[in-house]
């Protein structure tokens, strides 16, 4: 079994900041890309930033310079750190990463369970 735990959601006015985790735990031989995806209430869920075994980072538009991806390979852990937080970047937070288990060759993605982030005076 593989399970994706995310931390770190919450309330914040805008203009302020938050950090989610997200920690992989179980079966694993190895770990792809790691990624944050959000999905707001009626609107599909979309990429927010990802971050490769070779260190790219990728970042929708609407996060660029506010919002920053990094990993701890050591720890199975990813983090989004979130800056000058807007009204619309309230969302539900996913986490998904790309996953080897011990004992297969399959590469598999998987989820986590949601952190809900509301960004509100």
């Known amino acids: 079994q593989v399970q994706l735990v995310e931390s770190g959601g919450g309330l914040v006015q805008p203009g302020g900041s938050l950090r989610l985790s997200c920690a992989a735990s179980g079966s694993i031989f190895s770990i792809n890309t790691m990624g944050w995806y959000r999905q707001a209430p009626g609107k599909q869920r979309e990429l927010v930033a990802a971050?490769?075994?070779?260190?790219?980072?990728p970042y929708a538009d609407s996060v660029k310079g506010r919002f920053t991806i990094s990993r701890d390979n050591a720890k199975n852990t990813v983090y989004l750190q979130m800056n000058s937080l807007k009204p619309e970047d309230t969302a539900v937070y996913y986490c998904?990463?790309?996953?080897?288990?011990?004992?297969?060759?399959?590469?598999?993605?998987?989820w986590g369970q949601g952190t809900q982030v509301t960004v509100s005076s």
């Open positions: 998904n990463a790309d996953i080897i288990r011990t004992g297969s060759y399959v590469l598999r993605g998987y």
């Open positions: 971050i490769t075994s070779g260190g790219s980072t």
